[in-house]
C-alpha cells in the first residue's frame, strides 16, 4: 500500500533529454565502404595522412572480430545499416555563434547547456558536438590568451595538423580493439586540447555530445595533450533522443601527459537507455585510455554512467613515467534492462607508480551491472601500488552485479590490495529513513548518495550535485 | 496523568492485520489521551511490535479490518513518512543501520521535515548542530556519534539511545517506544527513562512497549495493557503490571482459548 502507487507513477517517469531537433540534416548513405572513409575523409577536406590513418584502419578492422568477452548480450550489429555521417545543415563552422542555426543553440540551451555569450557558463568553456560535427566552441580566444588550444578536431586537423599528426593514435592505435579501428576508420568530430608547457588551464573545459538521428552511429574523438608542468580538468557530457531502434556510440578518448602535467577527465553519461523493456537505447563502446608518459604525472578518470542500453567501457592509465599516478573513480548505475561492462586497466610500466581503483555499481530493475579490471605491474615497476576498491549495490531482487578483477604482475616489489563487497537496499532500511519523515525518494537517493559519496566528491562541484539528482532520477519507482 | 477532558491523540478501533496472509492482530482497540502514558506488556510474539509498525506503516503489513484515528485524521491512509511528518513516533525495538547515510545529516533531514510540516522555519547546518547539541544532553550522548553512519556499529544501547535523540529532536505528539529499554545497562536505563519524562507533557501522550517492571519503576504509566494472540486482553493501571511481575501470563492461555472458541463458534454459526 505505502509504495507501491507512487512506484507505478514514476516507473513511467520520461527520460527528459528525449527530444528530437528538426533540423535539416546532411546525411551520406547508409553503409560502410573504402568509398565511404574516403567520402568522409573528403568531406572534411582532410591532410593525406589523416586519410591514410582512416584506410589503414578500416583495413584493419576488416580483419578483427566483435570481442564477446564482455558480459553483456545484443543481437548482432549490422553495420552495413548505419550512416556513418551526419551533420546540421550550414555551412562551414561559424565563425561567431550568431551566425549558427537558432535551433541548434535551443536545443543546446534546452540541455542546460547555454551557448550564446550571454548565458554561457561562466568559467566552463563548451565545445558543443550535434551529431557529427561540433558547432561551437565557447571561450576559445579567452584560452587562446594563455596558449591553450581548445576546439573542435576537425578544425585542429586543419589548423594544427603537425600535433594532431603527432598525438593521435599515439595512445590508442587505430588496431587496439575492434571499436577503435572503426573509431578510426570513420570518426567525425570530437574535441581537442592542448596544454602548453607550465599552463595551468583557467577554465574548466567541457564537450556536450548530442546524438539528434536516429539511425546515425556517432564516433567522437577526443585528444587532450598536457605538456609539462601543465595541468587541465575536463567534463564531457552526453544525452540523446529516444529512439526504439539502438544507436551505436564507439568514442575513442586519448589523454597524454609530459612531466609534472596533470589531466583529471570526467565523464556523466547520460545517453538515452531504452525503455522499461528494453527498447531502443544507445550502444556505448568507448575505448578511453590515458598515458602518463611523464615522471611524476598524474591522470584522473571519473565517471558517472547512467545511461545507454549498453556500455563497455575501461577507461585506463598506462603509467610510464616514475611515480606517476593514475586513477579511476567511477559510478555506474543500471535500471530496467540496461547492461553495463565497465572498470578500468592501470599498467604500471615505470618504478613507484600509483594507482586507485574506485568503482561503485548500482543496480537496480532487471539490469546487470559488471565492474571488469586489470591491473598489471610490470618488470620495471619496482615499489608500485594499486589499492581498488569495488563495491556493489543491489536494489530490488531482480538486478545482477558481477566483479571481474584482473591481476597480473611481473614484479615481486609491487603491492596490489583489492577490496569488494556488495550490499542491498533493504525494505526496512527505507522504512526506517520513511518513519522519520523522509520520504521514500529522497531516502532512496540518501541512500544511494552516501554509497556513491567517494566517487562524487571526485566530480568538479557543480556537476557533483547535478550526478547526485541524475542518479535519484534515474531510481525513481525502482525501489519497490 | 489522566484527564478525561483531554483531546483524544490516537483512537484504535477493531484494528486487525496481516503478514503475508496470516492474521497478526486480531482487533485491537485502544484510545490515547493528551497526556497519558500507556505501557504495554505480552508474551514474546503476541504482537506488541506488530501494533507498532502497522501504526507507523510498515509496507510488510496489511490492515484487514478496523481504523486508526489520528488527531481525527485516518491515519491509515497516510503514507509513513507522513504520519512522522505530523508528529507519530516509533523508536523501533531493532533500530536499522544505514551504512554511508551520516548520523547528523540524516537527523537534520528528519527534524526538518517534522518543522516544514509544523511551519517552522528550516535549519541550516549550523543552526541545527546547535539544536542538535543541546539535545544529546538528554540522552547525555557522546556527539561523536553525529559524525557516523546511522546507526552503523553502533551497540545494542547506543542504537535505543540515538532512537531517543530522535525523539527529543522530532517532539513528537504520540511516540511509541518499542522496548527502548531492552539492551541498556543500568545506568542507560536510568538516563533513557530520564529522558522520555523530560520530553512527557499534558500535550503529548507515549506507548512503552517493555517486558519490565524496572522501567516502569521510573516511568509510571497510567494505563497497563496485556497484549496476547494479537489482541489486548486486559487493562488496568500501573499495579496490573506489578501483578504480571509477580505471576506471569500463565492465566492468558485460558483466557486465548476462550476467546478463540467463542470466535470459532461464531464463525460457525455465521456459515452455517
Ligand atoms: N514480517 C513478518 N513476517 C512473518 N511473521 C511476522 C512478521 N512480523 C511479525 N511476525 C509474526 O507475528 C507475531 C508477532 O510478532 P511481534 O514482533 O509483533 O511480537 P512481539 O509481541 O513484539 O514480540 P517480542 O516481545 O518478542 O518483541 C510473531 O509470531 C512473529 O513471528
Ligand atoms: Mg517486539
Same mark, same amino acid.
Given at each position: 500500500?505505502?509504495?507501491?502507487?507512487?512506484?507505478?507513477?514514476?516507473?513511467?517517469?520520461?527520460?527528459?533529454?528525449?527530444?528530437?531537433?528538426?533540423?535539416?540534416?546532411?546525411?551520406?548513405?547508409?553503409?560502410?565502404?573504402?568509398?565511404?572513409?574516403?567520402?568522409?575523409?573528403?568531406?572534411?577536406?582532410?591532410?593525406?595522412?589523416?586519410?591514410?590513418?582512416?584506410?589503414?584502419?578500416?583495413?584493419?578492422?576488416?580483419?578483427?572480430?566483435?570481442?564477446?568477452?564482455?558480459?553483456?548480450?545484443?543481437?548482432?550489429?549490422?553495420?552495413?545499416?548505419?550512416?556513418?555521417?551526419?551533420?546540421?545543415?550550414?555551412?562551414?563552422?561559424?565563425?561567431?555563434?550568431?551566425?549558427?542555426?537558432?535551433?541548434?543553440?535551443?536545443?543546446?540551451?534546452?540541455?542546460?547547456?547555454?551557448?550564446?555569450?550571454?548565458?554561457?557558463?561562466?568559467?566552463?568553456?563548451?565545445?558543443?558536438?550535434?551529431?557529427?560535427?561540433?558547432?561551437?566552441?565557447?571561450?576559445?580566444?579567452?584560452?587562446?590568451?594563455?596558449? !591553450?588550444?581548445?576546439?573542435?578536431?576537425?578544425?585542429?586537423?586543419?589548423?594544427?595538423?603537425?600535433?594532431?599528426?603527432?598525438?593521435?593514435?599515439?595512445?590508442?592505435?587505430?588496431?587496439?580493439?575492434?571499436?577503435?579501428?572503426?573509431?578510426?576508420?570513420?570518426?567525425?568530430?570530437?574535441?581537442?586540447?592542448?596544454?602548453?608547457?607550465?599552463?595551468?588551464?583557467?577554465?574548466?573545459?567541457?564537450?556536450?555530445?548530442?546524438?539528434?538521428?536516429?539511425?546515425?552511429?556517432?564516433?567522437?574523438?577526443?585528444?587532450?595533450?598536457?605538456?609539462?608542468?601543465?595541468?587541465?580538468?575536463?567534463?564531457?557530457?552526453?544525452?540523446?533522443?529516444?529512439?526504439?531502434?539502438?544507436?551505436?556510440?564507439?568514442?575513442?578518448?586519448?589523454?597524454?601527459?609530459?612531466?609534472?602535467?596533470?589531466?583529471?577527465?570526467?565523464?556523466?553519461?547520460?545517453?538515452?537507455?531504452?525503455?522499461?523493456?528494453?527498447?531502443?537505447?544507445?550502444?556505448?563502446?568507448?575505448?578511453?585510455?590515458?598515458?602518463?608518459?611523464?615522471?611524476?604525472?598524474?591522470?584522473?578518470?571519473?565517471?558517472?554512467?547512467?545511461?545507454?542500453?549498453?556500455?563497455?567501457?575501461?577507461?585506463?592509465?598506462?603509467?610510464?613515467?616514475?611515480?606517476?599516478?593514475?586513477?579511476?573513480?567511477?559510478?555506474?548505475?543500471?535500471?530496467?534492462?540496461?547492461?553495463?561492462?565497465?572498470?578500468?586497466?592501470?599498467?604500471?610500466?615505470?618504478?613507484?607508480?600509483?594507482?586507485?581503483?574506485?568503482?561503485?555499481?548500482?543496480?537496480?530493475?532487471?539490469?546487470?551491472?559488471?565492474?571488469?579490471?586489470?591491473?598489471?605491474?610490470?618488470?620495471?615497476?619496482?615499489?608500485?601500488?594499486?589499492? *581498488?576498491?569495488?563495491?556493489?549495490?543491489?536494489?530490488?531482487?531482480?538486478?545482477?552485479?558481477?566483479?571481474?578483477?584482473?591481476?597480473?604482475?611481473?614484479?615481486?616489489?609491487?603491492?596490489?590490495?583489492?577490496?569488494? *563487497?556488495?550490499?542491498?537496499?533493504?525494505?526496512?532500511?527505507?522504512?526506517y529513513l520513511q518513519s522519520r519523515g523522509i520520504?521514500?525518494?529522497?531516502?532512496?537517493?540518501?541512500?544511494?548518495?552516501?554509497?556513491?559519496?567517494?566517487?562524487?566528491?571526485?566530480?568538479?562541484?557543480?556537476?557533483?550535485?547535478?550526478?547526485?539528482?541524475?542518479?535519484?532520477?534515474?531510481?525513481?519507482?525502482?525501489?519497490? | 496523568?489522566?484527564?478525561?477532558?483531554?483531546?483524544?491523540?490516537?483512537?484504535?478501533?477493531?484494528?486487525?492485520?496481516?503478514?503475508?496472509?496470516?492474521?497478526?492482530?486480531?482487533?485491537? *482497540?485502544?484510545?490515547?489521551?493528551?497526556?497519558?502514558?500507556?505501557?504495554?506488556?505480552?508474551r514474546n510474539g503476541s504482537g506488541k511490535s506488530?501494533?507498532?509498525?502497522?501504526?507507523?506503516?510498515?509496507?510488510?503489513?496489511?490492515?484487514?479490518?478496523?481504523? !486508526?484515528?489520528?488527531?481525527?485524521?485516518?491515519?491509515?491512509?497516510?503514507?509513513?513518512?507522513?504520519?512522522?511528518?505530523?508528529?507519530?513516533?516509533?523508536?523501533?525495538?531493532?533500530?536499522?543501520?544505514?551504512?554511508?547515510?551520516?548520523?547528523?545529516?540524516?537527523?537534520?533531514?528528519?527534524?526538518?521535515?517534522?518543522?516544514?510540516?509544523?511551519?517552522?522555519?528550516?535549519?541550516?547546518?549550523?543552526?541545527?548542530?546547535?539544536?542538535?547539541?543541546?539535545?544529546?544532553?538528554?540522552?547525555?550522548?557522546?556527539?561523536?556519534?553525529?559524525?557516523?553512519?546511522?546507526?552503523?556499529?553502533?551497540?545494542? @544501547?547506543?542504537?535505543?539511545?540515538?532512537?531517543?535523540?530522535?525523539?527529543?529532536l522530532l517532539e513528537p505528539l504520540v511516540a511509541?517506544?518499542?522496548?527502548?529499554?531492552?539492551?541498556?545497562?543500568?545506568?542507560?536505563?536510568?538516563?533513557?527513562?530520564?529522558?522520555?519524562?523530560?520530553?512527557?507533557?499534558?500535550?503529548?501522550?507515549?506507548?512503552?512497549?517493555?517486558?519490565?517492571?524496572?522501567?516502569?519503576? !521510573?516511568?509510571?504509566?497510567?494505563? !497497563?495493557?496485556?497484549?496476547?494472540?494479537?489482541?489486548?486482553?486486559?487493562?488496568? @493501571?500501573?499495579?496490573?503490571?506489578?501483578?504480571?511481575?509477580?505471576?506471569?501470563?500463565?492465566?492468558?492461555?485460558?483466557?486465548?482459548?476462550?476467546?478463540?472458541?467463542?470466535?470459532?463458534?461464531?464463525?460457525?454459526?455465521?456459515?452455517?
Open positions: 500500500m505505502t509504495s507501491a502507487a507512487t512506484v507505478g507513477d514514476l516507473v513511467s517517469q520520461p527520460y527528459k533529454y528525449g527530444f528530437v531537433t528538426d533540423i535539416e540534416t546532411e546525411k551520406i548513405a547508409k553503409g560502410l565502404s573504402e568509398d565511404v572513409v574516403r567520402l568522409i575523409s573528403a568531406k572534411k577536406d582532410e591532410p593525406a595522412f589523416l586519410l591514410d590513418f582512416r584506410l589503414r584502419a578500416y583495413r584493419q578492422w576488416l580483419q578483427m572480430e566483435e570481442p564477446d568477452w564482455a558480459a553483456i548480450g545484443h543481437p548482432p550489429i549490422d553495420y552495413q545499416n548505419i550512416i556513418y555521417y551526419a551533420a546540421p545543415k550550414q555551412q562551414d563552422k561559424k565563425a561567431s555563434l550568431d551566425e549558427v542555426d537558432p535551433k541548434l543553440l535551443e536545443t543546446f540551451e534546452k540541455l542546460g547547456i547555454p551557448l550564446s555569450e550571454q548565458k554561457r557558463l561562466t568559467n566552463v568553456a563548451v565545445d558543443a558536438v550535434f551529431d557529427s560535427v561540433s558547432i561551437a566552441t565557447t571561450y576559445k580566444e579567452k584560452l587562446a590568451e594563455h596558449g !591553450v588550444i581548445f576546439c573542435s578536431i576537425s578544425e585542429a586537423v586543419k589548423e594544427h595538423a603537425e600535433l594532431i599528426e603527432r598525438y593521435l593514435g599515439s595512445v590508442v592505435p587505430s588496431n587496439d580493439n575492434y571499436f577503435a579501428a572503426l573509431n578510426s576508420a570513420v570518426f567525425s568530430d570530437g574535441s581537442f586540447v592542448f596544454i602548453p608547457k607550465g599552463v595551468a588551464c583557467p577554465m574548466d573545459l567541457s564537450t556536450y555530445f548530442r546524438i539528434n538521428s536516429g539511425d546515425t552511429g556517432q564516433f567522437e574523438r577526443t585528444l587532450i595533450v598536457a605538456e609539462a608542468g601543465a595541468s587541465v580538468s575536463y567534463l564531457e557530457g552526453c544525452t540523446a533522443p529516444m529512439f526504439d531502434t539502438n544507436q551505436l556510440h564507439a568514442a575513442v578518448v586519448e589523454l597524454v601527459t609530459l612531466e609534472d602535467a596533470s589531466i583529471k577527465y570526467s565523464t556523466v553519461q547520460n545517453w538515452y537507455a531504452g525503455d522499461e523493456k528494453g527498447v531502443g537505447g544507445i550502444y556505448n563502446f568507448v575505448t578511453k585510455r590515458g598515458q602518463c608518459r611523464g615522471d611524476r604525472s598524474h591522470i584522473s578518470w571519473t565517471q558517472v554512467e547512467t545511461g545507454s542500453a549498453i556500455t563497455w567501457k575501461y577507461p585506463s592509465c598506462v603509467l610510464q613515467g616514475a611515480d606517476s599516478v593514475g586513477e579511476f573513480y567511477s559510478v555506474a548505475l543500471t535500471n530496467n534492462r540496461q547492461q553495463a561492462d565497465t572498470g578500468s586497466k592501470m599498467i604500471h610500466v615505470g618504478p613507484r607508480t600509483r594507482s586507485t581503483i574506485v568503482s561503485k555499481g548500482i543496480s537496480a530493475g532487471h539490469s546487470s551491472n559488471s565492474y571488469r579490471g586489470l591491473v598489471q605491474m610490470g618488470p620495471k615497476a619496482v615499489g608500485a601500488r594499486n589499492y *581498488s576498491q569495488c563495491d556493489s549495490m543491489l536494489i530490488g531482487d531482480q538486478a545482477a552485479a558481477n566483479t571481474y578483477p584482473y591481476i597480473r604482475s611481473q614484479q615481486p616489489d609491487a603491492s596490489i590490495e583489492h577490496e569488494a *563487497s556488495t550490499c542491498r537496499i533493504s525494505a526496512d532500511q527505507l522504512f520520504g521514500f525518494e529522497e531516502a532512496v537517493s540518501m541512500m544511494v548518495s552516501g554509497f556513491c559519496r567517494d566517487v562524487f566528491n571526485q566530480l568538479p562541484m557543480e556537476f557533483a550535485a547535478e550526478a547526485d539528482k541524475l542518479l535519484a532520477l534515474k531510481l525513481e519507482g525502482s525501489v519497490g | 496523568m489522566i484527564r478525561s477532558d483531554a483531546p483524544v491523540l490516537l483512537e484504535i478501533r477493531d484494528l486487525r492485520a496481516s503478514v503475508e496472509d496470516q492474521p497478526i492482530l486480531k482487533g485491537v *482497540s485502544l484510545t490515547i489521551r493528551a497526556g497519558e502514558i500507556h505501557a504495554v506488556m505480552g506488530t501494533l507498532s509498525k502497522v501504526l507507523a506503516g510498515h509496507p510488510a503489513y496489511r490492515v484487514t479490518g478496523g481504523s !486508526v484515528l489520528y488527531r481525527g485524521e485516518d491515519l491509515l491512509a497516510l503514507q509513513p513518512e507522513q504520519r512522522a511528518r505530523i508528529g507519530l513516533f516509533l523508536g523501533f525495538q531493532y533500530p536499522i543501520e544505514i551504512p554511508g547515510v551520516s548520523n547528523l545529516e540524516f537527523l537534520r533531514v528528519a527534524t526538518n521535515a517534522r518543522r516544514q510540516e509544523q511551519g517552522s522555519e528550516e535549519l541550516d547546518t549550523f543552526a541545527f548542530e546547535d539544536l542538535v547539541r543541546e539535545r544529546l544532553q538528554v540522552v547525555q550522548m557522546d556527539p561523536a556519534f553525529l559524525d557516523r553512519s546511522v546507526n552503523e556499529g553502533f551497540s545494542g @544501547g547506543e542504537k535505543k539511545r540515538n532512537e531517543i535523540l530522535q525523539m527529543a511509541i517506544l518499542d522496548e527502548t529499554d531492552s539492551g541498556l545497562d543500568i545506568d542507560a536505563l536510568r538516563i533513557v527513562a530520564g529522558g522520555v519524562n523530560q520530553l512527557a507533557s499534558a500535550d503529548n501522550a507515549t506507548l512503552l512497549i517493555t517486558h519490565y517492571q524496572r522501567l516502569l519503576d !521510573v516511568i509510571t504509566p497510567d494505563y !497497563v495493557h496485556v497484549m496476547a494472540a494479537g489482541r489486548i486482553l486486559r487493562t488496568g @493501571g500501573k499495579e496490573l503490571a506489578l501483578e504480571l511481575e509477580e505471576s506471569g501470563y500463565d492465566w492468558v492461555d485460558a483466557e486465548i482459548e476462550r476467546l478463540e472458541s467463542t470466535s470459532a463458534q461464531r464463525i460457525t454459526a455465521e456459515v452455517g
